[in-house]
């Protein structure tokens, strides 16, 4: 229960509603979240690696924990419903829901644009956006579409990428990102 965290908090339960497994926002809360505190604790420093990866990533089964396998919104009515409840969500809804959500602090970090993109909010992740090279020149069209995948249109500021979003890369950044494409430039 929340007072057994902090006695001037209520005598009621914690329930975590989180999204289900096969979402994208899932995994960095596992990884970024659950996994990074397993590791604070010494219990599980005495497991073998996948002992330790199974108690990092078993949920309990009693209702206290709801993974969601719908979007957004059946998170937030399910918040609605019961006040008590810490929801897991995207920077994206909860800016477009700012009214209805009160942030959690990571750190004493606020989750926002600009503390994700200077690395000060610890639980976010880069989108990276992989090309073979061979088909480079075997697939039609794909040396423009990334191009165009990697133009201010497409994934800047103001995009469709951004308001779906995408915390969009500098101006700088996604220059120098399109001149290492077109030199020819490879990561390993």
């Known amino acids: 229960n929340w007072n057994q965290i902090d006695k001037s908090l209520p005598n009621e339960p914690i329930t975590l ?3 289900a497994s096969n979402h994208g926002t ?12 397993c590791e604070a604790y010494e219990y599980f420093k005495s497991l073998d690696k996948d002992a330790q990866k199974k108690a990092c990533s078993t949920f309990r089964k009693d209702g206290r924990v709801i993974e969601i396998a719908g979007d957004y919104t059946e998170t937030l009515a399910r918040l609605k419903t019961s006040p ?7 920077l994206s809804f909860y800016d477009m829901n700012r009214d209805k959500l009160r942030v959690a602090t990571v750190n004493n970090v606020v989750p926002s644009e600009k503390t994700v993109l200077n690395g ?3 639980v976010s992740r880069p989108l990276y956006f992989y090309v073979k090279g061979e088909h480079l020149k075997s697939v039609k069209g794909l040396p423009q579409y990334v191009e165009y995948f990697l133009s201010k249109k497409a994934t800047g500021k ?3 990428a951004e308001r ?10 996604r220059a120098k990102v399109l001149a290492d494409f077109k030199a020819g430039k490879t990561v390993k």
């Open 17 to 19: 509603v989180i999204p």
């Open 26 to 37: 899932r995994e960095v809360f596992q990884e970024k979240m659950v996994e990074a505190g």
């Open 84 to 90: 008590s409840a810490v929801g897991v969500f995207g």
């Open 120 to 122: 000060t909010y610890p």
């Open 158 to 160: 103001g995009s469709k």
């Open 164 to 173: 779906d979003g995408l915390i969009a890369m500098s101006d700088a950044e």
